[in-house]
């Protein structure tokens, strides 16, 4: 018969036979054994209890934490699962409603790319700009750069040096800036901004590009006006209160024996 090491213990202290102990100084001595594994049998009673009593305080904690736990859990569960569904439909709304946008946008571009626009003779800049353009004068142009925090190096590096191109053709204009074998090549659409909340429109013989600011409701903070005057083109940029001018000549030729306006037919980003 296999016995705990408790039981054990036990047994030890009940098969103690009192009637067998002798008497004189060993008697003394075994009694006082006897009281002693007593003394410790109750005690080992009272830690079984307390024992016993932990344990099931214990049981009962453990037995709190896993409800909490399973109730916790599904009502998380359940709410990530209703929030998860909503996105989802929010998502799916989104994407019909970009979608139904940007048919709308490549309609109206189609629309304008193809429609005539009124007869260049009012306007003779629209024919005349067309070409490359070399830079031959500039007034203000460091003072200004210096000014407009938001300009990187290589792009104020272009400003003051590069040629400039254009075409006009109906509804859609093409610029580019050529300088030291590298072009910024864009292709934008009589009113219609780009990204960058870009504009162009023509006005008083006048080649104008307004851009508004995103940050302050719209308000526009940079206008250039282009304009041919004894045949020579003037571009004059006013931005945020600062203003400068370059002057240009027309080239018989492109200067990169090729033309830079050429398969540029998406929109500027």
């Known amino acids: 018969m296999d016995y705990t090491y408790e039981s054990k213990i036990i047994e030890s202290f009940e098969y103690v036979d009192e009637s067998e102990v002798s008497s004189g100084d060993e008697s003394s001595e075994l009694s006082m054994v006897l009281e002693e594994m007593k003394r410790l049998r109750m005690e080992n009673a009272e830690l079984k209890n307390d024992n016993s009593e932990i344990k099931e305080a214990l049981r009962n904690v453990l037995t709190l934490q896993m409800t909490i736990l399973e109730q916790g859990s599904r009502f998380d569960l359940k709410s990530i699962g209703n929030a998860i569904n909503s996105l989802k439909a929010d998502n799916c709304v989104l994407h019909e409603a970009i979608y139904s946008t940007q048919q709308e946008i490549l309609n109206v571009k189609y629309l304008i790319k193809n429609k005539r626009r009124s007869d260049p003779c009012e306007n003779p800049i629209e024919t005349e700009i067309n070409g490359e353009w070399k830079l031959i004068e500039s007034n203000n142009v460091d003072d200004f750069l210096y000014s407009q925090t938001d300009i990187f190096p290589f792009e104020a590096s272009r400003i003051r040096h590069s040629n400039v191109c254009f075409e006009l053709q109906n509804n859609q204009v093409k610029t580019?800036?050529?300088?030291?074998?590298?072009?910024?090549?864009?292709?934008?659409?009589?009113?219609?901004?780009?990204?960058?909340?870009?504009?162009?429109?023509?006005?008083?013989?006048?080649?104008?590009?307004?851009?508004?600011?995103?940050?302050?409701?719209?308000?526009?903070?940079?206008?250039?006006?282009?304009?041919?005057?004894?045949?020579?083109?003037?571009?004059?940029?006013?931005?945020?209160?600062?203003?400068?001018?370059?002057?240009?000549e027309k080239l018989d030729s492109w200067s990169s024996n090729t033309d830079p306006l050429k398969g540029t037919d998406s929109i500027a980003p």
């Open 176 to 248: 580019c800036n050529w300088f030291s074998q590298y072009s910024n090549l864009e292709v934008h659409y009589f009113g219609i901004p780009n990204e960058d909340e870009v504009l162009f429109f023509v006005k008083d013989n006048k080649l104008i590009s307004v851009q508004k600011s995103r940050e302050t409701n719209g308000e526009v903070f940079s206008t250039i006006e282009r304009f041919i005057e004894n045949g020579k083109l003037h571009i004059v940029w006013e931005r945020n209160g600062f203003t400068c001018e370059r002057v240009y």
